[in-house]
Nanobody, 115 residues
């Protein structure tokens, strides 16, 4: 049973922009803190940004000022607007939802930034 599904990945030139989306069930968007993670080849998965049900956000230092996380609970969609992309942003990006001991991962979407 798919709980979260990402879309929007692809190939983009350095300096460009891209928006990722993640859709899920109504219960997830009503109750869960949501986040974006990424995993580059040969590296550990890392947190990119997260957003609470109340809209409070946190960002990794590496993306502050360039990425914006947002959520539209009515549309059951999580967004990650990425700008000023760098080759080091190349990774599989994952949507993540957490509520206490319950968590879900999406299947991931590849973002490749060419120099």
């Amino acid at each position: 049973q798919v709980q979260l599904k990402e879309s929007g990945g692809g190939l983009v030139q350095a300096g460009g922009s891209r928006e990722l989306s993640c859709t899920g069930s109504r219960s997830i968007f009503d109750l869960f803190t949501l986040a974006w993670y990424r995993q580059a080849p040969g590296k550990q998965r890392e947190s990119v940004a997260d957003i609470t049900t109340g809209g409070s956000t946190n960002y990794a230092d590496s993306v502050k000022g360039r990425f914006t996380i947002s959520r539209d609970n009515a549309k059951q969609t999580l967004y990650l607007q990425m700008s000023s992309l760098k080759p080091e942003d190349t990774a599989v990006y994952y949507c993540y939802a957490k509520l206490q001991h319950i968590s879900y991962w999406g299947q991931g979407t590849q973002v490749t930034v060419s120099s």
